[in-house]
């Protein structure tokens, strides 16, 4: 094992002749992004106050063409949310609506629940086994590493509600999409696809869920009374604040590097994504504090990544004719890097033994398989730009994932450390090498 | 290491030729009761459900002489409770008011925060830093086996607000007494002592918390705009629920034991208390299917404790005069026993050295100094009955007491097996002890 110092620890050392104390880098941007702006739901007056926050950070940091690139968008907001069973056991239930969730009429909605054990048993049931009822889908999600079990059970959240409107339910509730057990619910949008009217769609916390399975388990008929008032706002303005590290050759392409700047309202977005901004800026600061690389280094705080990737839409469409040499995005959490993927066009490349070579000082290793980017940088990926992934450790990341405990005590500064080394390493790997980095052959979609 | 069948699992082995499933023991009563009924507060119709789920369940089990012994109380409910940070840094928090907490009006209040580390130094703060601002009190409890950190810092919300209030303060927030680091607060009563203003009293989540500590660490002025509309209901019905496994020996004295069977309002109280009556009335049922005791063994489901105890004093009122040989309580959730005290008449009694041997056997050792029973038993400890404390390990305890968390999912199967088995013996062992168990001298307060 190599014992490092992280450029956070390195740049604090140095600075201990400055009068004033240096911009926050890693755990200090985090700190300071959850704590002076706390949520910071997309299109909303807090984003805003999150960019001009990023704004003055990236521009103290000494990062060159740091500005703002603004873009509409359509505002879902949260209102009253409460679920009680009425009968045959009366007690409340905690829940939290979906994004794009309809509402119930104020004073809310009593029908009876009917339960499905996955989204295939919902999808295999009858019309009339689910109309003018509550649909209930729980599930058994697991954490793992790679969080692949996200692939597996986030359906559940994404398309499980128009689905059961099309059934003609009157609402749908999920166990949430999460491996704690706490009484946090995890929100996240649901799609409704064109033409289905959007019907009351919230997630119970996962101890709520596991309560009504009980209930229902009892074999009797169970009543629930629920509340939703969450409405669309109308169109609004959200923003992607972008910086860069001027390299050498501007012939040479873009790097294109970031996390996102907005959050869920529930918590103060620590893990997500204020974790990624902090690691790709930490990273980039190395690079801008070092020797000059030979390619730019674009960073990206994207805005209104949660309710459906709209400032990743807005930069592919704004820059998409630039030449990209490669994307890479932090969407992650701020655990450890345990492994690597890298789609480049050359099947032999230099970068990815320079990178296999490097990483795996500080114990991360290639990974079999295609990188994909995310939601950010995806409509780049789709046009062919190089990519790649650092993946992070989710094993904790879906314990805590759009639910209110998303906040600063989730953040372990040990492994945030070593992810911000990781991508220290890579990118500056990646700005210096003879990798000519040509466009891939365009992806049919985003994978 | 002894390996123990018990007696729930060899009841379940021995029922496999029943036509029926029997009545629930062990980890089947606290699922029945949280499910069936959820949360219990004290005085309310659900904790009058929860009695008669009791007295059902008992009679089932076969248990002599249930009945509920009704008494009167006054009822403090929950209502609204929000907290925004105004400025500098406008943010929402997530609270719970404690119990007998003072009313906001119902559009809140808006005032400076003025916070302090420690209880001792809100005690030494003039009032004129206090008068017309929202006191925050903040500490650093941490998890111990023994629970001791409760003794610690549970000061601060039983007596912190009275101590704000005779200051002049406006409100009253405290740093929630937890060791997790969640979203959901902890409740729990304050005590506003005589001729005392109740003002609005509230527990912020741990994390919040601790965001409201470095947003005063900036050094800036910090407003809060504070909402909390609970209300006192007037006197309402609770009721302690007893039952017996009657002995062969009436002068022998009763062996009084049991848990409480209310919780708060937040949690469906799995682990305070539904354990505590979980594992004494599953450690009785094994008396009751065993060989006759001597002592008779009065197994209460006490109501009322979470407010102030009320269940304890009541019983103490009925049965004060009546030969007790014995109390003990289970009240500290469902994980593992590791020790026990004995406060006894007999300075060498046989009954210390048969559990020490017995007891032993499963891995609990005797500790050093008095045992106390708990706030259910304890105004029969107070005139002197002896008393044994079955201490169980309070690691996670704090993590979920007074909390939405506290539910059925927190209970470990294995770890509340052993609880159940360090109570049977203790109880086999008490029932026939040659200890003629006199009662001790009166102690004067409940220690």
Known sequence: MRIFIAPLAAALLSSTALAAPPPATGYGIIEGLTTEVGQRLAGTEAEARARDWAVAHLKALGFANVHVEPFDMPVWVRGAETAEVVAPFPQKLVLAAL???????????????????SLEALKAAPDAAVKGKIVFVWHRMLATQD??????????????????????AAAMLIRSIGTDHHRVAHTGVTDW??????????????????????????????????????????????????????????????????????????GTGAIDDAAGVAITTTAAKSILDGPRG???????????EEPGGFGGLAYAKAHGGEKHALAAE????????????ASLALPKSPLRDDLTARLNLIGVEP????????????????????VIDLE??????????????????????VQLAQAIEAW????????????????????????
């Open 99 to 117: 994004g794009n969730s309809g509402a119930t009429p104020e004073a809310g909605i009593t029908a009876e629940i009917v339960g499905f054990p």
């Open 147 to 168: 969080g692949s079990s996200y692939g597996t059970y986030g359906a559940i959240r994404f398309s499980g509600a128009a689905i059961a409107s099309k059934k003609g």
């Open 193 to 266: 696809g064109d033409g289905v009217k959007p019907i009351p769609a919230a997630a119970l916390t996962v101890p709520d869920a596991e309560q009504l399975e009980r209930i229902l388990a009892r074999g009797k008929s169970v009543t629930l009374h629920l509340t939703l008032t969450p409405h669309m706002t109308g169109t609004h303005q959200s923003g992607n604040v972008i910086a860069e590290v001027p390299g050498t050759d501007p012939s040479a392409g873009i790097v294109l590097i970031g996390g996102h700047l907005d959050s869920w309202d529930l």
């Open 294 to 304: 030979k390619r730019t280094i674009r960073l990206v705080w994207f805005g209104a």
């Open 330 to 341: 932090a969407d992650f959490g701020g655990d450890k890097v345990w492994g690597f993927r």
């Open 367 to 386: 990974r079999p398989g295609a990188a994909h980017g995310g939601t950010d940088v995806g409509p780049m990926v789709v046009k062919g730009t190089p």
């Open 392 to 413: 992070q450790d989710g094993t904790r990341y879906f314990e805590i994932h759009h639910t209110a405990d998303d906040t600063l005590d989730k953040i372990d500064p």
């Open 424 to 447: 220290s390493i890579m990118l500056r790997t990646v700005v210096d090498s003879d990798d000519p980095l040509a466009p891939l052959p365009p992806r049919q979609e985003q994978e």
